[in-house]
C-alpha cells in the first residue's frame, strides 16, 4: 500500500480523497485483508501463509504514523476502525472452522495500531 494519497493531500491541503481511502481500507475487512502486501499492491495475488503473513509492517508504520499524527483524518481513522471492529465482532461470533492466512491479515494489521487498546476506540 503506497502512501502516496496521503502525501499528495498534504501537499494540496486538500484531504478529501485521503479520508475516503482511508475510511474504505480501514472500514471494511476485506479491504484490509489486501492492504499492506509486501512487496505487492492493489491487482496483485497476496500470498499469506501461517509463518508469513506477507504484511509490509514499514509501510504500515509509517501509515499509521501519519495517520494519527494528522487532525484531518485521524478522527475518520478512528471512525473506520471502530466499524471495523463492529463489523468484525457481528461476522466472528460464530467463526468459520478455518480461515486462511490470508483472512486473517487484518488481525494483525490491527494490532500494530500503536495505542489501539488505549486510544478511546470501541
Excluded at 502525501?7 to 484490509?32: C, H, M, S, W
Excluded at 506477507?54 to 478522527?75: K, T
Aim: net charge negative.
Amino acid at each position: 500500500m503506497s502512501l502516496s494519497w496521503f502525501q499528495a493531500a498534504k501537499a494540496t491541503n486538500d484531504y478529501r480523497e485521503a479520508i475516503r481511502y482511508v475510511g474504505k481500507v480501514f472500514g471494511d475487512p476485506i479491504e484490509l485483508d489486501y492492504a499492506f502486501v509486501h512487496g505487492g499492491g492493489s491487482g496483485h495475488p497476496v500470498e499469506a501463509s501461517e509463518r508469513n503473513p506477507n504484511i509490509d509492517f514499514e509501510q504500515l508504520d509509517l501509515a499509521y504514523s501519519e495517520l494519527l499524527d494528522n487532525s484531518e483524518v485521524s478522527h475518520k481513522f478512528t471512525g473506520a476502525v471502530d466499524r471495523l471492529c463492529a463489523a468484525l465482532a457481528f461476522s466472528m461470533a460464530i467463526p468459520p472452522p478455518s480461515a486462511p492466512p490470508t483472512v486473517l491479515r487484518k488481525f494483525i494489521v490491527l494490532l500494530e495500531v500503536h495505542g489501539l487498546m488505549f486510544a478511546g476506540f470501541g
